[in-house]
């Protein structure tokens, strides 16, 4: 009793580190999004109703480009896709980005957060920027969308004040 | 049984209350010359030192009464409290030489981790904590007493009027573990007349490692001997022995280069095997353990200085890094034309599938690597160096690529 007093007092005792020995390696969200990748492919770029956006990472060289195909009535995704050059992380993130953003309005996508991918995916915090890309790029898209739009807008106007 | 146990209590007994009685002893008797502003004790931080000492006088106290009591029982036969209290009067005693034990290591570790906080951040306010952890250290009845007699008149003298030189410390676990044997051979230390030895002036060197920084030449911490050979102070020319390192003594020193992006007929395979004759830790297998530290640290800064230098890039970014500028790498970039350019060429590295093409795709990528490469040499002439950061990224992107071209072939 004193023995286990004295160890106490001295701070001998052993310490019962109940480390959780964390797997390292991909998240498997991340191993399925690059087996099956999903939404990948390309668009038109000059297709009126197409958003591109094409954002890089100077850290790793990384470069994201990701379309949406915006339905003109409604204003919703209809569609997008992805390419993406980088590490798995950055590939599911744009995968993730464009299964997110499909169905939803151009307002609410631009609510989407890094952080939000990044908990999805259980990114590891060195891989934190593939998920700040991968919102860039929907952010990229949707101004694009909008720039177009507006220069068509603009354009029209132009051919109307002409023919009139 | 009781007969021998008895015997055996008696024996340790004796040792170890001699032991916390001289102990005691000595705190009473032997105070250090207050100079009225420092306590005797001084409270290393995150722990209070003076129940330790309240613990001992009470511990060697209460043994003595436990003691009386054993002696007691012993005579009076009571078999059930006697082997209660044999066994306390040992484990307090135990606690007793443990905590002697403990707060002179506890003093020896809090000197040491002042020194290495010291070290790390460069500045001088611990000094008076870590004066009084050395001179409560001094007094104390340890087999390296000499080496701590010294340091503490070298904590006086030197450091209190070179506080400059407290930014390169340098100092070892392993020189608080010099046994007194071994210093009195190596300085034939006699009280405190040991400033004329040359072995306690490596030692003095060592402990307080002045630099060029502070106008003189660096000296050689085994022989004394100042740096001769123009170049890096990595190794003593005279005796051999690998020199600490110096985080002063950038890449580009290291292997007599200037500071620049061009670094034609540098030779800098031959001059990183001619370090590694000198630095490599197999060399030093028998040496010292410091001197084993030293050649393990040194020899990794000469591969790291190998390899930056030797690729455009890292030799780029290491440029910039020498004049204070980081490249954000964190943000990301929207450049259209950068980008554009870069997935057409990733694209193409995909699609193509016979080393011809792959060829041609890699002499062009290489092209406006070379490109990129000079640009940044201007800008970085001229101090441009958001330039300079911009064709660090153009770079880099090619460089990506051509990694990717040689994965594939």
Known sequence: ?164 | MTYVGGVRLYLGLWVMSSNSCAMVVSKGLVNPPSTGREPYFVSPPGAAARPLLAVDGYASCSFIFLLFLHRLLFFLRCPFFFSFVFESPCKMLNMLSVFSVLRRQFLENNCLNVFLIMRRSKNCSLFSLLRTSLKELVYENTAKRGLWLSASSLVDEDLHLHPRILSNFCINTRSFSIPVKRFDRASNCRGLGHHEFPEFRGLNRFLCSSEAGSGELPRCWNCGGAAVSPGPFLACGLCGSVQPVDQSIDFFQIFGLERKYEIKDGNLEGKYKDWQKKLHPDLVHSKSEKEKMFAAEQSARVIDAYQTLSKPLLRAIYLLKLEGVHADEEKTITDPDLLAEMMDIREAVEEANDSHSLNQIQTQVEEKFEKCSRSFEQAFKMHDFDNAIAAIERMRYHDRALEEITKKL
């Open chain 1, 1 to 164: 009793m004193l023995s286990f007093a004295g160890k106490r007092l001295l701070g001998l005792g052993h310490r019962v580190s109940a480390a959780a020995v964390a797997g390292r390696g991909y998240h498997e969200r991340v191993v399925d999004h690059y087996d099956n990748p999903r939404n990948v492919g390309s668009f038109d770029k000059n297709d009126p109703s197409v958003g591109t956006g094409l954002v890089g990472a100077p850290a790793c060289g990384d470069v994201m480009k990701l379309q949406i195909r915006v339905d003109e009535e409604s204003g919703k995704i209809v569609d997008a896709c992805f390419k993406t050059f980088g590490c798995g992380s950055a590939i599911a993130s744009s995968s993730v980005a464009t299964e997110w953003v499909k169905g939803k309005k151009m307002e609410e996508v631009l609510s989407i957060k890094n952080t939000e991918i990044a908990k999805h995916l259980s990114l590891p915090p060195v891989k934190l920027h593939c998920s700040m890309l991968a919102e860039d790029a929907i952010k990229a898209a949707v101004k694009d969308y909008e720039a177009k739009k507006a220069k068509e807008g603009n354009a029209d106007a132009a051919t109307q004040v002409e023919k009139a």
